[in-house]
Antibody, heavy 120, light 109 residues
Framework: QLQLQESGPGLVKPSETLSLTCTVSGGSISSSSYYWGWIRQPPGKGLEWIGSIYYSGSTYYNPSLKSRVTISVDTSKNQFSLKLSSVTAADTAVYYC????????????WGQGTLVTVSS | SYVLTQPPSVSVAPGKTARITCGGNNIGSKSVHWYQQKPGQAPVLVIYYDSDRPSGIPERFSGSNSGNTATLTISRVEAGDEADYYCQVWDSSSDHRGVFGGGTKLTVL
């Protein structure tokens, strides 16, 4: 059974780059059945899809974040990563990684989430 | 861009039926997925492909999708069902993107 775990700094300064990694266990990130996605949730607000990546490296990004987002995959480590540049306080959120079914595009399972605060 | 609209809140008495709607332009032509999120926890998939239930999700949870509205129905509501519920689609109309509704807070009276 797939399990996902986010890791990375919990505090990032404004204008810097937020970097998170999601480690996948219980299965291979090279599976042809899945995309791997990032979703965030500002405190007290709803869910926002950030982007998704296939093991081959093909990516889809939220147009509202596309200029600042890079998602990459490291098949040797069974990990995928998120980089969000030029962050502001508006990027403060719980960041989740999740598996996305390649045909139906639902997200399951999710990691537990990690809170990233943007503050000087 | 594609927009999903949910009511901010729904209230229901224990044992009754709760219906949470998700509105979108011709949403009936898309596959809708639903998530339950309890405070401090990650979302959990409760319905996929409009009406399919993942293993472990009670039969009390069901879904439908037609026209401009998808609906999550929770029968015989229990106190433990109190949570935020989100609908989600994958929009392939212009570019490929995931879209979430704004979420509905289900309160069990």
């Amino acid at each position: 059974q797939l399990q996902l775990q986010e890791s990375g700094p919990g505090l990032v300064k404004p204008s810097e780059t937020l970097s998170l990694t999601c480690t996948v266990s219980g299965g291979s990130i090279s599976s042809s059945s899945y995309y791997w996605g990032w979703i965030r949730q500002p405190p007290g607000k709803g869910l926002e899809w950030i982007g998704s990546i296939y093991y081959s490296g093909s990516t889809y990004y939220n147009p509202s974040l596309k200029s600042r987002v890079t998602i990459s995959v490291d098949t040797s480590k069974n990990q995928f990563s998120l980089k969000l540049s030029s962050v502001t306080a508006a990027d403060t959120a719980v960041y989740y990684c999740a598996t996305s079914d390649r045909t139906g595009n639902w997200f399951d399972p999710w990691g537990q989430g990690t809170l990233v605060t943007v503050s000087s | 861009s594609y927009v999903l609209t949910q009511p901010p809140s729904v209230s229901v008495a224990p044992g009754k039926t709760a219906r949470i709607t998700c509105g979108g332009n011709n949403i009936g032509s898309k596959s809708v997925h639903w998530y339950q999120q309890k405070p401090g926890q990650a979302p959990v998939l409760v319905i996929y492909y409009d009406s399919d239930r993942p293993s472990g999700i009670p039969e009390r949870f069901s879904g439908s999708n037609s026209g401009n509205t998808a609906t999550l129905t929770i029968s015989r509501v229990e106190a433990g069902d109190e949570a935020d519920y989100y609908c989600q689609v994958w929009d392939s109309s212009s570019d490929h993107r995931g879209v979430f509704g704004g979420g509905t807070k289900l309160t069990v009276l």
